[in-house]
């Protein structure tokens, strides 16, 4: 009698297992991940906006090669680009932050909306999101150009002690489907 129900539980065991089992779900699967990169990280203080005369030089600009897009990976999986900043600006002056993606030729891809840091701000924080949309128009980017452009205001005095401190970084989405593979 022990053997028989022995027997018996394991059946119903094995049948109830798998009965209403969906195997097809393995089709459906989405990974999401996320990376995050440190991108550039300056403080400037007034000798920075003055040439070597003493004359204001209000539009500092440098372009560099940063593979934040590169491989296939980006290429077929990334659904967003979160660029985030903190900045500080202690000069008594507007001073806007624009980035800019080239390709190898410099062309330009995408302008990031320009971030706008009001005088005498300490720690303000600012997100710029590239969207799904707009990914395919920065996969190609080789380099970046930075532009830091300073409003009209009094002049720059060396001897005070005011800066412009910016920190930047980019949070990568991505989505992996069972239909990529």
Do not use: W
């Given at each position: ?15 109830g ?6 195997f097809?779900?393995?089709d ?40 934040v897009f ?49 005088p ?14 707009q ?27 005011l800066s ?18």
């Amino acid at each position: 009698m022990k053997n028989i129900i022995g027997i018996l539980s394991i059946l119903l065991l094995l049948t109830g297992c798998v009965s209403g089992v969906d195997f097809d779900q393995i089709d459906d699967i989405e990974v999401y991940t996320d990376h995050n990169a440190s991108l550039v990280y300056f403080n400037l203080d007034a000798n920075d906006f003055l040439d070597d005369l003493g004359n204001e030089t209000l539009v500092l600009s440098d372009t560099f090669n940063i593979p934040v897009f590169a491989g296939p990976y980006s290429e077929n999986y990334l659904i967003q680009a979160d660029f985030l900043f903190t900045i500080s600006n202690t000069f008594t002056r507007d001073i806007s932050l624009q980035y800019e993606f080239l390709d190898e030729n410099d062309n330009s891809l995408f302008l990031v909306e320009p971030i706008n840091s009001l005088p005498n701000s300490i720690n303000e924080e600012y997100i710029r999101i590239i969207s799904e949309a707009q990914i395919p128009n920065v996969i190609t980017t080789e380099k970046f150009v930075m532009q830091i452009l300073m409003g009209n205001g009094t002049p720059l005095d060396p001897s005070l002690n005011l800066s412009f401190n910016a920190e930047s970084a980019v949070l990568l989405h991505y989505k992996v489907t069972t239909e990529d593979e």
